[in-house]
């Protein structure tokens, strides 16, 4: 019997540490290549683009916001502001007409409201309407650097560029910085290496010509990493810019935030799986979408059941040698408590966590592609830009 639960213990460890040792590897491979970018020379030659809102309930930033817009380093009369509210019960599009008919700007712009809930539907909306070669998807919540506009529109000057985003910083964040640090690093290399399927929809640029005329999957909340993987599958690029940094309210605790990790994680599990044919892209690239489906589809159901296989070998085992016995079952035990101590654990264990639970939700057919939008989170970020220099 001892002999038996020792094979299964070993390979539940076995499995455990290749689980981890697999992503751990990539993202070594990918953190000597992120040295290597070659930054695009700044653009003189600006043009015409188009910035898309999407907003619903932003009631408590929207007048910041827009200020925001009008404030960033690009020329009023080259930006097309388009602002799309889809079924806003606080007034947050008579808000934004009111302050915009207040100014004195050269920025053309427009809002218009849909009947429907779910930002998916205000993006396919706005991509059969902007006329613009390249457009700004930007989200109302996070703080823009000024020069977010110019950073991005430089690398259009590369022909094999058809989409750009920002990343979130992780200075400003009291949690899960460890975790975005190397999301971060990632997504650079990758997108050194030839492209990254996971976007940042808070700010991110588009080619128009590179994405499909049908738009996006509606009923699919990623819609940045959806149009990432369709603008790869139309034959070009899509970069995450290491300069470009935006900026979120702390996040207080690892464990904050609950619904809106398990709605990203359901987005993008979906994405990813109904994107699956680019693995057969190209072998760069398909490497990369294979590396994004382990990370997030199967190591988090092989780190669960590796980490049950040795937790019940050890306590199996306890009642099948002498108590005062010490063996490699009960060194397993004392290191389940240990672990919990470390920050990376804890970001460990939350992240598979979310990501079981967001599978879970697909496979019972659950659709999160509609939701409320996080008050707390508009009133922090609210704060945050008053209290900015």
């Not at 109302?140 to 094999?160: G, H, T, V, Y």
Request: charged share 20%.
């Amino acid at each position: 019997m001892m002999q038996l639960l020792a094979g299964v213990w070993i390979s539940g460890l076995i499995i455990l540490i290749l689980s981890i040792l697999y992503p751990w590897l990539y993202y070594i491979k990918m953190k000597n290549l992120s040295k290597n970018m070659i930054y695009p020379q700044s653009d003189t030659n600006l043009k015409d683009i188009t910035i898309f809102l999407p907003v619903r309930n932003e009631s408590k930033i929207i007048k910041q916001k827009l200020q925001e817009i009008l404030d960033l380093n690009y020329p009023n009369y080259l930006i097309t502001l388009l602002i799309i509210d889809t079924n806003s019960n606080d007034g947050t599009p008579d808000i934004a007409h009111r302050f915009l008919s207040s100014k004195e700007i050269d920025i053309s712009w427009k809002i218009i409201s849909l009947d429907r809930q779910g930002k998916s539907f205000a993006v396919n909306h706005a991509l059969g309407i902007i006329s613009t070669n390249i457009f700004i998807m930007m989200d109302a919540d996070p703080i823009l650097p000024k020069n977010c506009l110019i950073s991005l529109i430089r690398w259009f000057q590369n022909p094999e560029i058809g989409a750009v985003c920002g990343l979130l910083g992780d200075s400003n964040m009291d949690a899960g910085a460890q975790y975005r640090t190397r999301f971060n690093t990632i997504r650079i290399g990758e997108s050194i290496l030839n492209s990254t399927p996971i976007f940042e929809g808070s700010i991110c640029a588009f080619r128009m010509s590179a994405i499909s005329k049908n738009g996006i999957n509606s009923l699919i909340n990623a819609d940045d990493s959806q149009l990432s993987m369709d603008v790869r599958n139309n034959g070009f690029r899509a970069i995450a810019d290491p300069s470009l940094y935006f900026v979120e309210p702390p996040v207080k605790g690892i464990f904050s935030n609950h619904s809106r990790k398990v709605r990203r994680a359901h987005g993008l599990v979906k994405s990813l799986l109904s994107n699956i044919k680019l693995i057969n892209k190209d072998k760069t690239y398909g490497r990369i979408m294979f590396f994004n489906i382990y990370l997030y589809v199967f190591m988090p159901w092989l780190i669960l059941l590796s980490s049950i296989i040795i937790f019940l070998t050890s306590i199996i085992s306890i009642y099948e040698s002498p108590f005062l016995k010490f063996n490699n079952y009960h060194t397993s035990l004392i290191f389940l408590f240990i672990l919990p101590s470390s920050k990376s654990f804890l970001e460990l264990i939350d992240g598979i966590f979310i990501l079981i639970k967001a599978q879970i939700l697909i496979l019972f057919g659950r659709k999160l592609h509609i939701w409320e939008t996080d008050q707390l989170q508009r009133i922090l970020s609210s704060k945050l830009r008053e209290n900015l220099p």
